[in-house]
């Protein structure tokens, strides 16, 4: 069942891409032409992303367990370190030359583009490299995030 779940999770996810533009390079590179020709739809798209998103954790919280998992799975880090950085501002270089980050990318290489499929290929040999490398990188290693089991809170039903 998680299984399934997961597939139609990401199947709307990626009709969201499709349907809000993301996909679409040129459509991104408007959005991040802050002083130039300025496309600002994508902020709406990430405005309702954040609602959706704020909306969902909410009633996540709230639940007791989740639908299908023995128990919720919460982030127990919150800090921010220079692998973090580093990492965002990799991503950010690369979603401004190309146009598509990750999400996108996987749902556009459905069309078997070239670009496309270069830039998956190259997203995974980072992902790999980092994977087999990235420890090595950084002079003070940070510990390891693990998930936390948590209870939810209390809701005002709850009184």
Do not use: Y
Not at 50 to 74: C, D, E, K, N, Y
Not at 101 to 130: D, E, K, R, T
């Amino acid at each position: 069942m998680q299984v399934l779940a997961s597939f139609i999770c990401g199947l709307i996810f990626g009709a969201g891409l499709l349907i809000s533009g993301m996909t679409d390079p040129q459509k991104v590179l408007g959005f991040l032409d802050l002083f130039g020709a300025w496309d600002a739809t994508l902020a709406f798209v990430m405005a309702g992303a954040v609602a959706v998103a704020a909306s969902g954790f909410a009633i996540a919280r709230r639940r007791a367990a989740p639908a299908f998992s023995a128990h919720f799975l919460w982030p127990d880090r919150n800090d921010i370190d220079a692998p973090l950085v580093a990492g965002a501002v990799l991503f950010g270089i690369g979603w401004g030359l190309a146009g598509i980050c990750p999400g996108p990318a996987l749902v556009n290489l459905a069309g078997l583009s070239l670009p496309i499929v270069v830039f998956v290929v190259a997203m995974l040999a980072g992902m790999i490299g980092q994977n087999l490398f990235g420890d090595n990188l950084w002079r003070r290693r940070t510990p390891a995030s693990h998930a936390i089991e948590t209870t939810p809170l209390p809701s005002r039903a709850d009184g």
